[in-house]
């Protein structure tokens, strides 16, 4: 039986910090599916075609990472797909409580698969996405918290949304 | 003396988490009073009116439980019930910081009354109103999570936002 | 019926903390138990004799304070003495992960009754019994942490131990 | 050389906690900077005129303290002001993660200037200025947590705003 | 390539809380070594032999669970069995500071497994074997801790050890 | 007026987490005294006048640095130097929680100087004196951990335990 790990979050955009999970949690599993949550109720900056294509262009060196996106609750997709757990990356205290409340509630949901954590390398442990959105806005260097070709396209949305 | 403990609130709904608290919190005081904080600047779901016939409902069986609102600071609110204390459910530690907060201001507002805390039970540690709000509006079953009543009155709301 | 709570501890000594809880909770039920936990595998600076001596002097003058000292469980001495509830001081976030493992645990052996917290005063939030002990030992002033009669005790102590 | 260290914040408005920070870290350096950041995005209550006016009015009293305000990256300003430090109170644990997410983000922004943490007072421990507005609001009693001219102007405020 | 798990522990002895963990892990991956650390500097209840009995006669049902036991760096031993991952246990926030310096250091050591995290179940989150200890020399009911044969031999070396 | 900051511990031995504290702070004030507490309770590995070599070796580099040791409590070695503060490093929470309520407590004893705390790079937030006398016993690699002079001496330590 193939293992397939779901790796869910927004990835608006990806960080060095999630390409640390993968990285990490490919290895244990047969197949890692990079999952972009779809959440109409907050505002992204990149849609999800968008990242879509920047975390398959990064990822595609992984013979077993796929991307894919997901509306809805976690737990009706981890059925969908028929993986046997769920990762997530954890920096700090704060993510712990956060995450440890999440996974009890999809526990309760559904209790047929199971939420593993990850510790993030601790040189990206204090990188998040909002920070990075942030940083940029303000003219700060983010070369040590994104991929070059997320920095070109952070940089590019900068420059269209001062255009209008 | 009476002695009456305050159990302040929005219960926008009521969880099995504030249940559990009511149902432990009532054996060690005379009177138990389920207050509901009406906040102008907070969006609720229920209207109080609606919360008090929810919490009256499920609390009638407890013979020294009575149901409230207020307006304003807590500490106005206690004084004018003349309530020995303030009871406050601790789920976690996010809570815990908050819930010191709280009663660290309030006792420098008004040192004649008490605030205590209880452990939420367990099984019910990682329930919030906002979380049962979210779950419902994606059709995740929260039947684990609130009273029938409530689940009732909750999947009628979300009827007739969707009719609007 | 009267509402007894137990205020279970070491007491090794008691400090202006302990003082504090006691003045707090004792407003909130019909008796205050100050309850030592005879703990033979610690070793105490006190004998058990001496530490009741000291808080009934202490508590002498609230009317409803009484002292006594136990060994076992405390499960079953709150059974034996017919206890409402457990008070328990919070001073920070240290105490309240272990705190929150024996309420837990005595939940499970013993669900008649419940464990209420109170914050410590935020003045003697970092007083501890052994933080006193290794002050005076070191020449200290603990006059801002222990009532004067203690502090009469510990000297006297000290002076013993090293006379020997 | 003469070492210069930032205190940035919002201080809007300046509280009790603020003024002991700036009392304790003035001793350590030649010059202290009171640097209110501009920031667009977020609401303010007062002006930042109206927020150099009450921090200089209060602290006129301190030789070595002077009052700035700057936009942008507090990096950037730190370079500009060629300070050593920037100091940044620690209230309780919920402080400390973000203050340490940021004091990383800034070390990686530019590692020639260190964050250093002092303790807030215990007595001043919960204050924070957006607890201040909401009591204000609700006609809570702020003499404990604001110095008075802050009081004033707070009233002031209010009152236009219900004015209108 | 089959994947091998370790879960290292003391297991002095296992716990219901232990349980849990390797009946979610050796779902994830093809093996599940429990490994039981020796530790010369701490005094152990049970011998290395009685411990690995009692883990085999209760993960016996499972087929792909064996148990084992080490001496020296955890990082060694891993390396030695081939395993691709460590998986721990979290029931709080202590566990967490914890395993978190253990998993970084055990990186820095060695880089080529991960420590992965799952969240003990919430019912057992508060159980250790040093708990268990402690409830069962003072007559405690701990059947809502331990396995049955657990609980048997427990009683049998209290036994023994007061009839020395 | 000469600025004089203590940075206290036991330095037993000193790691690459002292170093970068040392090397953060002395940037920070006139002159920076490593201060070893003589704790005659505490088993030490190294000899004072050991740990006293082996800082002033790794620190003879930096003009502003002196090594010293002390008896008794802090607050009057404090004193009797005549320092503006006492610096001290955080690395994770449960630093933060001992951290504060050493501070809190040198605060009460003496509030003639400020006690600072700055962040141990990310790099070393997991290492500890302890935890590189463990890893050595064990036959670990511990040249990421300490300097190289420190390593040799460790390594000779264990050698002569060894041969006794």
Redesign the interface.
Known sequence: MK?ICIYPGSFDPITYGHMDIIA??R???DELVVAIAHNIRKNSLFTISERIEMISELTGKFGNVTVDAFD??L?DYVRKRNA??VVRG?R???D??YE??M???NR??NDSF??????TH??Y??ISSS?VKE?IE????IS??VPEPVEHRLKEKLYVHREQ
Do not use: W, Y
Request: glycine share 10%.
């Open positions: 293992r990490r949690a290895g244990l599993f809805g609750l737990v046997c757990c954890l700090a205290f704060s712990f409580e440890f409340q996974a009890l509630t309760k949901l199971e939420t593993i954590f990850l510790m601790e040189n442990s204090f920070l940083l303000f003219g700060g260097d040590a918290f």
